[in-house]
């Protein structure tokens, strides 16, 4: 008798999960996901790794050099697209890598 009381609480608790899922499922179309969205996200990430890579490598190069003012801007310049690349991913550059997982990710049309 125990187990009547529960199993039929059960049951009703299964049926009303199953509800509120396909309640939920049905509102997934109102976002307008497009799986396109993390190829782009990818691309970005990639494109933005390889411009503080770039611009560390000429600064890195420029620093260990003679330091004319034509070089000293060089640097500043340098140091400037770092710390602008570095403001908007919200990372600083040594914290900054591109995830193996985000490595060429082709989008496929449904």
Known sequence: MADGGHAGS???RWNEFQELDQKLQNTFP???YKPCVLEEMTTVTQNIHD????SWT????????R?????????AGEQ???QALEAF???PRKS???PKALEPVRCRVR
């Open 10 to 12: 059960k049951e009703k």
């Open 30 to 32: 109102k976002f307008h």
């Open 51 to 54: 411009k503080l890579q770039g």
């Open 58 to 65: 000429l600064l890195t190069r420029l620093e260990a050099g």
């Open 67 to 75: 330091k004319s003012k034509e070089e000293q801007n060089l640097i």
């Open 80 to 82: 400037h697209k770092i």
């Open 89 to 91: 991913v919200r990372l």
């Open 96 to 98: 900054f890598s591109r």
